[in-house]
């Protein structure tokens, strides 16, 4: 859905694309949950959102609190990374390039090694959905990951995340 806004003169502009943000947060410990991580990342991508005009849904509630990224749980369809992956297969998450899923950094979405952690971010991105990593301001796109210089950062950071 876009909106229409009206020129000076009273005639429609041309419409302003949606952009609708997922906001996705993740931390893998009990002890976390005792200190500002949460908050952190709420913050920091209510921030974005705000900041670069975004509308925030929140109804499929993508948390994964104490939950690990190395192994790749977080991706169960009954935890929050798995549902988003599950709601963008079943129609929930428009596909039509204006749903952003959100993360702090990349290792918040996966810290398993290379080649799932890609698997992870292409199932995402070749259902033309984009994710935005706030550490360093990357959008990933679709057509990003033809660019061989982006899909060598992706690599670097997910080896980074997978390392730490």
Known sequence: MSTFKSNESGHMNNPT????????????????????????QNDRIDKYAADHGFEVDNSLDLKDLAKSGFHGLNKEIDQGLGRFILAIDQGL????????????????????????????????????????????????????????????????????????
């Open 17 to 40: 694309p949606r952009k609708i943000l997922y906001k996705y947060i993740r931390f893998s410990s009990i002890q976390q949950a005792k200190g500002s991580s949460f908050a952190r």
């Open 93 to 164: 998450i428009p596909t039509d390039g204006s749903a952003y899923l959100a993360v702090e950094q990349f290792d918040r979405l996966s810290r398993e090694d290379i080649s799932k952690a890609q698997v992870t971010l292409n199932s995402i991105l070749s259902k033309n959905v984009n994710v935005i990593t706030l550490m360093d301001g990357k959008i990933y796109t679709k057509e990003s990951m033809k660019d061989f210089m982006q899909v060598l950062y992706s690599l670097f950071i997910m080896e980074q995340a997978h390392q730490e």
